[in-house]
């Protein structure tokens, strides 16, 4: 695991522009750095040892002649095969790392490599001789990779903040973005708060030759569930499948350990892998607590656990920080939890496993079990319910018992289903917030999406716009943030080739039975684990945001920067403090009306905005400590 930053294009002083833009970054790869530099081009890396632990495995890698330069970050998981493949094609290595697998596959089959590939990637490949350079993404999208073409440059990336470091980029806040990170609480198109700079959307590879782009899509998830197979069959099948995956994904030089919460993702890829660490978060509030869970499903499998309890204090203070490595805004709670889970799990190993994914491809969030219950009140005529949505969305209070019902179900699904987060804006509350308001921008994101999968099952649906949305803009994205904010490499079981092909040949009831879901998964689970953790509803990471904001302590935290100079360019703050105010006297408290998840999306905002936009050039926090 690594990270890297380069540009294609004139500068003075390039290599001390690309060493500025190293630095940024050296959270990624604290082990070591390497540059290549010529006139028309800048490649720069750094380093987390994981394969190949020697000085050899050090990037930039070249090719023999070199005449072509690899920067890498990620893991190739079938590295060992396509090697032996490219020895017998008369191919010369000079290390044991996966990263040099690339290089020659490159040589060997151009950008048809991609197709080869089985791991967590981004990489970029420089030829000299064509004055070209290849990038490409992972399917999944679990390692990030950004570009910016300004003043005759290209800029590209492990992350943004290393292109503040060109002297040909200009850093603009695209307001543009703001309406749709309101509601999806997440950028969720491959546009981000920087005009100008994109992110490479999974599956997907861009050429650049000549001052020109040219973005290719090489691979795309079709779920059939064709399987013809009984559920026995199937459950084996994914135990198999399980088994394989955990096994390539430990692959390493050091040690690898596991992250460890309540539920049944990363209690069945602990067991799997029978690591020796395992790593839990949570806090002091009962509910809001996996500690004891873990603790002792961990004790179960004779497996150690190290936890820690976030207190408020450090939760709250490490924000700033946190939305310095995030580069933008996601408003998802966890992200922040998941800083201080990666700090725990760093201060022993390099290495951690996390059960992101699964729910995106074996069917696990509880919203999925929704188009499958009340089949009853969907028999009514979809005008009727339109009509009862309509009344219940203008002319029923928040927080009145049956609003959010009527109004789900006077919608069809492509219209009201959008992503996993709940309780954010909807367009029209995030319009009337914005001074300058913001135009409908939910279904343009979506739309697109529907329509690939159109005639699908409703829960199929949800799985592929989850994955294009969800998955790749916040849970990929905090993962990998948080794990390289302290040096760690988080890999990710679930999301392989292998266990995709599987997933998408499962029919709908070895996925979901309301109110069961991921129904194969956990089947497979609870032949080696304890049932009570392998049925275990869905809980995800839970975090007393809620009941923090009615402390004086954070209220007046948030309150003042509700009426900052900063909120006062974007929002009508009036609005703000009455939502705060509102929350903090009890009103809309109930479980899933309360006003928090919208408190926290803005106040997220506008703490990235602080660090990026009030005070020029960001700094890293390893300089503000000194």
């Known amino acids: 695991m690594c990270g890297f930053a380069g540009f294609v294009g004139e500068v003075e002083d390039r290599e001390q522009v690309l060493v500025n833009m190293m630095n940024t970054i050296v959270h990624r790869g604290p082990d070591s750095e390497g540059r290549y530099v010529d006139e028309d081009a800048a490649l720069g890396f750094r380093r987390l040892s994981i394969i190949d632990l020697s000085a050899v495995g050090d990037q930039p890698l070249y090719n023999e002649d070199r005449s072509m330069v690899l920067i890498f970050n990620g893991e190739i998981y079938n590295y060992q095969e396509l090697r032996a493949e490219l020895v017998d094609a008369g191919h010369i290595f000079v290390s044991n790392t996966d990263s040099e697998t690339l290089l020659h596959g490159y040589e060997q089959w151009g950008e048809s490599l991609v197709d080869r590939l089985r791991g967590m990637y981004a990489f970029a490949i420089w030829d000299t001789k064509k004055k070209k350079l290849f990038a490409a993404r992972d399917i999944f999208g679990i390692k990030p990779l950004y570009y910016a073409q300004m003043n005759g440059t290209l800029m590209f ?28 609480q997440f950028v969720p198109t491959n546009e981000t708060f920087f005009k100008g700079v994109f992110c490479l959307q999974p599956g997907h590879y861009f050429t650049y030759e000549n001052g020109e782009m040219e ?30 995956s955990v096994e390539m994904h430990k692959i390493s030089d050091v040690e690898v350990a596991s992250y460890l919460s309540s539920g049944v993702d990363s209690s069945y890829l602990t067991y799997l892998g029978q690591v020796d660490h395992t790593f839990t978060v949570g ?20 497996m150690q656990n190290d936890a820690k309890i976030i207190t408020p204090e450090e939760y709250w203070d490490k924000l700033s920080d946190i939305q310095y490595y995030m580069d933008e805004p996601v408003a998802d709670p966890a992200a922040i939890a998941l800083y201080f889970l990666s700090g725990e799990a760093s201060k022993k190993v390099k290495v951690v496993l996390s059960g992101e994914g699964s729910d995106e491809l074996f069917g696990g969030y509880n919203i999925y079990c929704e188009p499958l219950e009340h089949t009853g009140f969907n028999k009514i005529p979809f005008c009727i319910r339109r009509v009862l949505g309509k009344f219940a ?26 992503a996993n987060a709940t309780n954010i804006f909807t367009e029209r509350e995030a319009s009337r917030i914005l001074k300058k308001g913001c135009e409908p921008g939910i279904q343009k994101v979506t739309h697109p999406l529907y329509e690939r999968v159109k005639g699908k099952d409703p829960v199929t649906k949800m799985q592929y716009v989850d994955l294009h949305l969800w998955l790749v803009h916040d849970i990929l994205m905090k993962g990998d943030k948080m794990g390289m904010a302290n040096s760690l490499e988080v890999r990710v079981p679930f999301l392989d080739k292998k266990v995709l092909e599987l997933a998408e040949t499962l029919p709908l009831n070895y996925k979901v039975r309301a109110p069961k879901t991921k129904v194969a998964l956990r089947a497979a689970a609870e032949k080696v684990i304890r049932s009570k953790t392998a049925e275990k509803k869905k809980l995800g990471f839970p975090i007393p945001i809620r009941v923090w904001l009615k402390e004086d302590k954070y209220y007046t935290i948030v309150k003042d920067m509700f009426t900052s100079g900063a909120a006062k360019k974007f929002f009508n703050t009036d609005m703000l403090v009455k939502m705060l105010d509102d929350h903090r006297n009890g009103k809309n408290m109930n479980e899933k009306t309360d006003n928090s998840r919208k408190i926290w999306t803005v106040y997220i905002f506008l703490v990235w905005y602080d660090r990026y936009f009030e005070h020029g050039k960001p700094v890293h926090p390893a300089m503000n400590a000194r």
């Open 157 to 184: 990336g492990s992350e943004i903040k290393s292109f503040m470091e060109h002297p040909k980029f200009d850093k603009v806040f695209n307001e543009a973005a703001l309406g749709n990170y309101l509601s999806f």
């Open 215 to 244: 973005i290719t899509r090489y691979f795309e998830p079709h779920f059939t569930g064709d399987s013809k197979k009984s559920f026995e069959e199937v459950v084996e099948d994914v135990e198999k499948v399980m088994k394989e």
């Open 393 to 418: 969305e203008y002319c029923l209070p928040r927080g009145v018992k049956g609003r959010g019902f009527l109004m789900r179900h006077g919608k069809t699904l492509e219209e009201r289903y959008f």
């Open 283 to 302: 806090f002091d509030e009962g509910k809001y607590s996996e500690i004891q869970d873990a603790k002792e499903f961990a004790a179960s499998i004779n």
